[in-house]
């Protein structure tokens, strides 16, 4: 299995643990529409799942959902796509991109890992800044 259908599988497992969907429940929420709520529960709830499994993975992030930690939101369109940003406590835009709000897996293991990667870069650019400061 690559690591990008390892690390899509890691979200899906993490996010039905936190929502109790199961994952025959959370297959089904990825390839069928449904309303605004659920599209923007969906997509926030993954890009949560995914942040948390960076974590995992020994990545150096702040802790969401908590005071002063990254904000996340993201806004449903009628095109089948939802806007999804996540901005940090300093107002630092961490990602900022259109995801599906439902679709084939392809599509959403793209999306998983394009965030990955932004979360990446993210960490990295903070240490870096927080190396230079240490150090000044």
């Known amino acids: 299995m690559s690591a990008h259908l390892r690390l899509a599988a890691a979200v899906l497992y993490q996010h039905s643990q936190e929502s109790g969907d ?8 990825l390839h069928v529409p449904g309303d605004v709520w659920e599209q923007m529960a969906l997509v926030e709830g993954l890009a949560i799942a995914t942040w948390r499994v960076m974590q995992k993975q020994g990545i150096p992030l702040p802790t969401l959902l ?8 993201s806004r449903p369109f009628d ?3 939802a806007q999804l940003i996540i901005i940090d406590s300093h107002h630092t835009v961490i990602y900022n991109d259109r995801w599906p709000t439902c679709g084939r897996f392809s599509t959403w293991t793209t999306a998983i890992n394009a965030l990955a990667t932004a979360i990446r870069t993210y960490s990295a ?12």
């Open 22 to 29: 199961s994952p025959h429940d959370l297959v089904t929420l």
């Open 66 to 73: 908590v005071p002063n930690a990254p904000y996340l939101f």
């Open 79 to 81: 095109d089948g796509t």
């Open 125 to 136: 650019q903070s240490h870096t800044a927080l190396a230079t400061d240490a150090s000044v």
